[in-house]
C-alpha cells in the first residue's frame, strides 16, 4: 500500500508539472519557480508516506515531519552554527581566496614566466585532498573559524584563478588591435576590453567556489572546532544517533548553498547582461 501511494503521489506530481511545462505560459519566471517547487514537495510527500508506512526507524532515515519539528526547534542551534559554519568560515575564506586569485591572476596575466609556473601550481593545490589539508591548518591555526577560513580559501582560489586567466586571455587580436589604434595601454585596455570580456569566465568560477566554500568550512569542522559548527552538530549528531538533527543542519547547509549560488547568478545577470549567455 505505501508504494501504491507513492507511486500515485508521483504520477500526480509529474501530471501538474507536465501541464505547467507544456502550457502557453512555460515560458514565465513563475512557472520556471513553481515546477522545481512542485517536484521537489512530491520526493517530500513520498518520503514521509514510505518512510512512516514501512516502519523505517529514524536512527535509519526520519520522515521530514521528524526532521521539520526538530528544526523548528533547534533554530538558535542552528543560527548558532550557521554564524560560526557559514557567516564567519564560509564566507570569510571565500571573500580572502576570491582576492587572492584576482590579484595573482593580474599578476600572471603580465607575466609569461608566471602563467606558466603558478597554473601548475595550483593545479596541485587543488588536487589536495581536504581530510589532508584541514588537520594541517587546524594545527597551525587552532580549531576556531579561522582554520576553516584557510581551507576555504585554498579550495576556491585555484578554480578563480584558472578562469580569470582564461576571460583574460578571450579577447582577440583584432579587439587588442583596435584598442592599440586608440592609443590605449595596458590599464586602459584591461579595464575597457579584457575585464568586461573575462565577467563570465569569473562569474564561473565565482560560481563554482560557492559549492566548494560549503564544503570546505563543514568538512573542516570534523577535523576539530569549538562546541559550535554545522560539522561539528553533524558529527556529534551522528553519534548521538540524532539523525533529525543531522538533517536539519542539512537542510540549512543546501538552503545556504542555494542562496548563495543563486545572489552570484543574479549578480552575474546584472553584471552580464549584454552577454549571449544572459539573452532569453
Same mark, same amino acid.
Do not use: C
Given at each position: 500500500m505505501a508504494f501504491i501511494i507513492a507511486l500515485t503521489i508521483w504520477a500526480v506530481g509529474w501530471w501538474i508539472n507536465g501541464r505547467l511545462a507544456n502550457g502557453p505560459r512555460s515560458d514565465s519566471r513563475a512557472i520556471s519557480l513553481l515546477i522545481p517547487i512542485i517536484f521537489g514537495v512530491t520526493i517530500i510527500a513520498m518520503w514521509e508516506v514510505l518512510v512512516t508506512m514501512l516502519g523505517v526507524s529514524p536512527i535509519i532515515l526520519p520522515p521530514p515531519s521528524s526532521i521539520a519539528v526538530r528544526f523548528a526547534g533547534e533554530i538558535p542551534i542552528l543560527w548558532a552554527d550557521f554564524e560560526q559554519t557559514i557567516l564567519k568560515g564560509a564566507l570569510t575564506g571565500y571573500v580572502v581566496g576570491m582576492i587572492a586569485a584576482f590579484t595573482v591572476a593580474l599578476l600572471a596575466d603580465r607575466s609569461e614566466f608566471l602563467t606558466k609556473g603558478?597554473?601548475?601550481?595550483g593545479a596541485f593545490m587543488a588536487a589536495l585532498p581536504i581530510? +589532508? !589539508?584541514?588537520?594541517?591548518?587546524?594545527k597551525w591555526l587552532g580549531s576556531d573559524w579561522h582554520s576553516k577560513a584557510a581551507v576555504v580559501g585554498v579550495m576556491v582560489f585555484f578554480p578563480i584563478l584558472v578562469n580569470t586567466v582564461a576571460g583574460l586571455k578571450d579577447t582577440s587580436v583584432m579587439q587588442r588591435d583596435l584598442m592599440r589604434t586608440y592609443g590605449a595601454g595596458y590599464?586602459? !585596455?584591461?579595464?575597457k576590453l579584457r575585464l568586461p570580456a573575462a565577467l563570465p569566465f569569473m562569474f564561473n568560477g565565482l560560481k563554482i567556489a560557492t559549492t566548494l566554500a560549503l564544503i570546505g568550512a563543514i568538512v573542516?569542522?570534523?577535523?576539530?572546532?569549538? !562546541?559550535? +559548527?554545522m560539522g561539528f552538530r553533524i558529527s556529534t549528531s551522528v553519534g548521538q544517533l540524532a539523525l533529525d538533527m543531522v538533517w536539519a543542519e542539512i537542510v540549512?547547509?543546501?538552503?545556504?548553498?542555494s542562496a548563495f549560488y543563486g545572489a552570484m547568478a543574479l549578480i552575474e545577470k546584472r553584471a552580464t547582461f549584454w552577454h549571449p549567455s544572459q539573452r532569453s
Amino acid at each position: 500500500m505505501a508504494f501504491i501511494i507513492a507511486l500515485t503521489i508521483w504520477a500526480v506530481g509529474w501530471w501538474i508539472n507536465g501541464r505547467l511545462a507544456n502550457g502557453p505560459r512555460s515560458d514565465s519566471r513563475a512557472i520556471s519557480l513553481l515546477i522545481p517547487i512542485i517536484f521537489g514537495v512530491t520526493i517530500i510527500a513520498m518520503w514521509e508516506v514510505l518512510v512512516t508506512m514501512l516502519g523505517v526507524s529514524p536512527i535509519i532515515l526520519p520522515p521530514p515531519s521528524s526532521i521539520a519539528v526538530r528544526f523548528a526547534g533547534e533554530i538558535p542551534i542552528l543560527w548558532a552554527d550557521f554564524e560560526q559554519t557559514i557567516l564567519k568560515g564560509a564566507l570569510t575564506g571565500y571573500v580572502v581566496g576570491m582576492i587572492a586569485a584576482f590579484t595573482v591572476a593580474l599578476l600572471a596575466d603580465r607575466s609569461e614566466f608566471l602563467t606558466k609556473g603558478i597554473l601548475p601550481v595550483g593545479a596541485f593545490m587543488a588536487a589536495l585532498p581536504i581530510v +589532508g !589539508t584541514a588537520p594541517i591548518f587546524v594545527k597551525w591555526l587552532g580549531s576556531d573559524w579561522h582554520s576553516k577560513a584557510a581551507v576555504v580559501g585554498v579550495m576556491v582560489f585555484f578554480p578563480i584563478l584558472v578562469n580569470t586567466v582564461a576571460g583574460l586571455k578571450d579577447t582577440s587580436v583584432m579587439q587588442r588591435d583596435l584598442m592599440r589604434t586608440y592609443g590605449a595601454g595596458y590599464w586602459p !585596455t584591461l579595464f575597457k576590453l579584457r575585464l568586461p570580456a573575462a565577467l563570465p569566465f569569473m562569474f564561473n568560477g565565482l560560481k563554482i567556489a560557492t559549492t566548494l566554500a560549503l564544503i570546505g568550512a563543514i568538512v573542516a569542522e570534523f577535523f576539530g572546532s569549538p !562546541t559550535v +559548527g554545522m560539522g561539528f552538530r553533524i558529527s556529534t549528531s551522528v553519534g548521538q544517533l540524532a539523525l533529525d538533527m543531522v538533517w536539519a543542519e542539512i537542510v540549512v547547509a543546501a538552503l545556504a548553498g542555494s542562496a548563495f549560488y543563486g545572489a552570484m547568478a543574479l549578480i552575474e545577470k546584472r553584471a552580464t547582461f549584454w552577454h549571449p549567455s544572459q539573452r532569453s
